[in-house]
């Protein structure tokens, strides 16, 4: 198996804005340090408007380049903001690209799964989960997107709820962005009660995910319980889960990518902290 190729580019982190944009210079430089194993980084090319309008309206896609950006949580719209979605995005398709070459990737991409059809919402204004979809749909049969970001990933649903080679599988620690399955045999939708039961409904969700044949995990670490997510659920908790992930995708043999997706200060956490966190994913896939 070749070196773990993960998708980043300078572009994508901008400077005195919110975790969403920031995180990822950290762990890229985490990664370059060798902290993760033998991971190549590589820049992505920056996602197209014409490719924007397969998941979005063609009025969301327009304003957002005409200054006009709803990401306003994270700061002041600004050219380096667009350009970091831009490549955040553009990384998503590229890592299903790689995934379907070698059997893996990734990008160290955030702010992707509560962007709905015809706008942005929380920290999201483009959802790169719903664009990688479509493009692994171009050589695979079915997809699954495994959202284990404390959020619900209600962008997502939004886009492809109805697409019917696709399989959604959420389990969340809070009920921002909350949706309802239509669809019992493609819809996984969990809301934890009790950390004990947390790595039981992961496992539960990637069951409901096994007739895919790619998988895209948003993996959030903002469901540690110092960084944003649920008390009791531990930095042990969270490397299980992380290779439980991988550990499934790699015994059905199906090609599989990671977006870093929510990960906060809010516990009073550093940044570099949040960082950390997130190189448990880029080591379990490179392992």
Same mark, same amino acid.
């Given at each position: 198996m070749p070196p773990l190729t993960v998708y980043y580019s300078p572009a994508y982190a901008v400077e005195g804005s919110a975790e969403t944009v920031t995180k990822s210079k950290l762990v890229a430089e985490m990664i370059e340090a060798g902290r993760a194993g033998e991971v190549w980084l590589e820049a992505p090319k920056l996602a197209t408007r014409k490719e924007l309008e397969l998941i979005h309206t063609p009025e969301h896609v327009r304003s957002t380049f005409e200054d006009k950006g709803s990401f306003l949580e994270v700061g002041a719209w600004s050219q380096p903001l667009l350009e970091s979605i831009l490549a955040s995005t553009g990384g998503m398709r590229d890592a299903v690209k790689e995934a379907l070459r070698n059997g893996r990737s990734g990008s160290l991409s955030s702010g992707l799964h509560h962007a709905r059809r015809? *706008?942005?919402? &929380?920290?999201?204004? #483009?959802?790169? +989960?719903?664009?990688?979809?479509?493009?692994? %749909?171009?050589? !695979?049969?079915?997809?699954?997107?495994?959202?284990?970001? *404390?959020?619900? &990933?209600?962008?997502? #649903?939004?886009? +492809?709820?109805?697409?019917?080679?696709?399989? %959604?599988?959420? !389990?969340?620690?809070?009920?921002?962005?909350?949706?309802?399955?239509?669809?019992?045999?493609?819809? #996984?939708?969990?809301?934890?009660?009790?950390?004990?039961?947390? %790595?039981g409904h992961v496992e539960d969700a990637l069951h409901s995910l096994e007739r895919v044949d790619f998988l895209i995990y948003n993996a959030g670490m903002d469901t540690y319980e110092k960084a944003g997510g649920m008390k009791g659920i531990t930095k042990d908790m969270i490397r299980k889960r992380e290779k439980l992930v991988v550990h499934w995708a790699k015994a059905r043999k199906i090609p599989h990518i990671f977006a870093l997706a929510g990960g906060y200060k809010w516990g009073g956490l550093t940044l570099a902290q949040v960082a950390e966190l997130h190189l448990e994913t880029v080591k379990a896939f490179a392992a």
């Open positions: 015809n *706008a942005g919402n &929380g920290f999201c204004q #483009f959802n790169g +989960l719903a664009l990688a979809a479509l493009e692994a %749909l171009k050589k !695979v049969r079915t997809v699954g997107i495994l959202d284990l970001d *404390a959020h619900a &990933g209600g962008g997502t #649903f939004d886009i +492809l709820g109805d697409h019917q080679q696709v399989y %959604l599988a959420d !389990v969340t620690v809070n009920s921002f962005d909350s949706w309802e399955p239509t669809d019992a045999g493609r819809h #996984f939708y969990v809301e934890v009660d009790d950390p004990r039961g947390y %790595l």
